[in-house]
């Protein structure tokens, strides 16, 4: 066999390209991976895991300050940002062997420490290596967008890739953006002891969520003493001050200024797909610069394909680790298995928890109006949530006129747990009335989607529509059983 021929060439070493990689390998496959980095992605590095262990610290630091809530004594926990920073880099050293090119050798996988790029079709050139591929996948995630602000290149900003260096507390941290990097970090640090500003263009926080979820999380921030700025537009930065315009009640335009000692950008991320050389073997991209792929996560390119950031589909590390899934099979093996958008759960980790699958209401009542059906079950109804003195936020099913699940938003404790069971009935195809139908332990926080749809079934089978059909069925019965 050509040293230099592989049945799968994998350009980045995130987590689409881990996956991507084992996967492909494990079939038997000959596979290269090259990235020039550090394999792990931002998953690894500096996202999910580096930020879900602050907020773990912030979370133990809010409840000390609230333990009141239970009948507690309040303490002002003593935060030492070092310590902490120390924590989250543990928790990276910890789970990092398991995405290691030593790691990815014993499964097989070839690892190049290299730049990659498509030099023609069927040829990547690998840190100066000239390979052949049956088939190809870009996995290049992406990186952290900052706005074109007037000043801003002359600030010492921090974004989501380096915010983990930090080692002191800053007194007044800005942040600007507040979707689900900006608002989850903002509330982090003001909980470890910053005075936090969140600055944002949209007219509220988190503008792609379900309204009444980003409700809740708006309410609690400012509860916490977060300073949110919405509508509000950064117009020109300095070293410690930021200007920025929004407009009063009136709607009048107004200008202020907010000091800071740290400014973190927070405004999305952007496609890493400079220099691949996708033109040489006819990849698109969008005007986003994503690679434009369809629902096999095939690209425009023959024999090459696309998971994760890259794509630009939905931002997430279990998409990514799906999409890559469907690569090894569709690329290698010529299948057609597609990408459900409509089936990939998220969770937003700010406290409460914001989780999501399917359709929002929103997006239900465009497509059947009124007829659309939307059950809520409020957390505050929930036992297991009034113990633990978590009543804040509630549980919402969308269903088509019918009654079939096809879309759930949760915002509360455990959130982004209790959305897996919804996955699980809108992947069936169940109605509310079948999801009413199972029983749930008591006490627990499962008990919010449930209560939904409990909701649901008792209209069904006691609203007047029910009635007008039960009242004579249970009158003919009666009949039948005095008659015997």
């Known amino acids: 066999m050509d040293s230099d021929a592989y049945d799968l060439v994998v350009i980045g070493g995130g987590t689409a390209g881990l996956v991507a990689a084992v996967g492909a390998a494990g079939t038997g496959a000959r596979v290269l991976l090259a990235e020039e980095n550090r394999t792990g992605g931002d998953c690894l590095w500096t996202g999910c895991v580096p930020s879900k262990t602050l907020i773990a610290a912030a979370r133990r630091a809010h409840d000390l300050r609230t333990a009141d809530e239970v009948g507690l004594a309040p303490v002002e926990p003593e935060v030492d940002l070092a310590r902490v920073m120390d924590r989250v ?15 990815l050798e014993r499964e097989g996988v070839e690892v190049a420490r290299a730049r990659a790029r498509f030099v023609a079709p069927g040829r990547i050139d690998v840190g100066g290596r000239t390979v052949t591929f049956r088939t190809a996948l870009v996995a290049t995630g992406s990186q952290p967008a900052v706005p074109p ?37 903002g509330q982090a640090f003001a909980r470890l002891g910053s005075h936090v500003t969140v600055v944002e263009m949209a007219p509220r926080v988190l503008p792609t969520v379900d309204v009444d979820a980003a409700g809740v999380v708006a309410d609690r921030l400012a509860a916490e003493g977060v300073d949110v700025r919405v509508s509000t537009r950064a117009v020109r930065a300095e070293p410690g001050l930021l200007v920025v315009r929004g407009a009063d009640e009136r709607g009048l335009p107004t200008t202020d200024e ?8 927070a405004t999305g ?8 050389g996708l033109d040489a073997v006819g990849v698109e991209v969008d005007r986003g610069g994503n690679v434009v792929v369809d629902d096999t996560m095939a690209t425009t390119g023959d024999h090459v394909w696309a998971a994760g950031d890259v794509t630009g589909t939905m931002p997430f590390t279990h998409v990514a680790s799906n999409q890559a899934s469907l690569v ?34 929103a ?7 009124d007829r659309a059906v939307i059950r809520r079950h409020d957390y505050a109804d929930v036992d297991r949530a009034v113990t633990g003195a978590v009543t804040t936020g509630f549980a919402k099913l ?6 079939k699940l096809v879309g759930a938003t949760i915002v509360g404790e455990s959130a982004g747990e209790a959305i897996a069971e919804q996955v699980a009935w809108l992947s069936s195809g169940a109605s509310l009335t079948t999801m009413a139908s199972a029983t749930h332990a008591y006490p627990t926080m499962a008990e919010g989607p449930w209560g939904a749809a409990v909701a649901h079934a008792r209209e069904s089978f006691s609203g007047p529509r029910a009635r007008r059909f039960l009242t004579p069925v249970l009158a003919a ?8």
Do not use: C, Q, Y
Not at 151 to 174: E, F, K, N
Not at 269 to 276: A, Q
């Open 269 to 276: 991320r952007r496609p890493r797909t400079e220099d691949l």
């Open 149 to 185: 602000i007037d000043g801003l290149d002359a600030v010492d900003l921090l974004t989501s890739d380096d915010v983990w260096d930090l080692r002191t507390m800053p007194d007044r941290l800005v942040v600007l953006g507040a979707g689900p990097i900006g608002v989850e970090l």
């Open 89 to 103: 880099h543990e928790a990276i050293a910890t789970i990092e062997p398991h995405d290691s090119p030593e790691r």
């Open 328 to 361: 090894v099979t569709n690329a290698l093996f010529k299948l057609r298995r597609e990408f459900h958008p409509e089936r990939m759960p998220w969770t937003i980790f700010t406290d409460p928890e914001v989780a999501h699958v399917g359709m929002t209401e």
């Open 258 to 265: 907010i000091s800071f000692d740290l400014l973190l950008v």
């Open 477 to 484: 019965l009666r009949r039948v059983d005095h008659a015997g």
């Open 363 to 369: 997006e239900a009542r465009s497509e059947w109006g």
């Open 398 to 403: 969308v269903a088509t006129p019918r009654g």
